[in-house]
């Protein structure tokens, strides 16, 4: 690990300050941390933002909720408004990590956490998001966890979040400090696909600090699911996931559908178009394989992870029929139902 300097900032004002000097802020540390030993990222200079008054989840006066950038995972998971109006978002949080982990982790830094594309973590191999314009060490090579959608030719690699699949579905915004002052960013503009920049995960600029994220009053409760499919059910990463939110009309049909993909690109993968084609529809497999068909138009295999396509459309199906029915995926029993 190479040196560097650490201090605490008292304040919002003083961390934008000292991160728009070439400070990189760390809270948790569950990834920036693993990244420094590895060599991945070599920060000269810590804004350790741990102690700033951000970790507070509280309504907001349009039946929403404001969860700080520093509320910790496993809070904002346990949360009483999350489990009563977003228990997708409490469980997508859950489908995460380990419990150690979710303990750790904040708000801010799960929105923040950079890809686990093997290339990226092994610096004998060129990486276009680690070194730009040294190659990329994905293509051609290992493909299994890559992206199916979104990619291009200078980085394949997908985000790697559970709870930002749920924050996309719901809509979410971003509350963010910098030295212009204070501005919200739409979830679907926060995160960017890779183009010939793969080394930006996001559209933050310099010095930017997320201070919170707001989730509109509309929480999907009664029809929802996460369904996360990975090589290892006890803790991975996804190889595909879906949140899928319905809101019904008395008549049993679909008012409103909502449908985020993880593990497939760079950025949460959303089709608002998409969505709209099941309003006024009545639930059902077919109706559902045909929206996965839109979602997934455009999907490209890489090679390894060509059994992606047919496991998203499956994936998308299944969380569907889960939403609709009321019977959303355990966390807890992570089997499939
Ligand atoms: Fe790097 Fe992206 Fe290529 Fe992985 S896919 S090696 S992160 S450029």
Redesign the pocket.
Known sequence: MNPFRYERALDVDHAVQAASQGGRFIAGGTNLLDLMKENVERPRRLVDISRLNLDRIEPLSDGGLRIGALARNADLAGHPQVLRQYPLLSSALMAGASPQLRNMATTGGNLMQR?R????YDTA??????SPGS?????G?CTRI??ILG?SE????VHPSDMCVAMAALGATINVAGPQGRRTIPFEEFHRL?GDA?QYDNTLGEGELITGVDLPAEGFAGHYSYLKIRDRLSYAFALVSVAAALRLEDDGRIAEARVALGGVAHKPWRLPDAERMLAGETPGSRVFARFADALLEGATGQGDNEFKIELACRAIVRALEQAANGTPQSQVDKRIA
């Open positions: 890809t594309c093997y290339y990226f191999t060129p990486c276009n998001k680690r190659g990329c060490g994905a293509v090579g890559h992206a990619a200078h980085c394949i690699a890779p793969p």
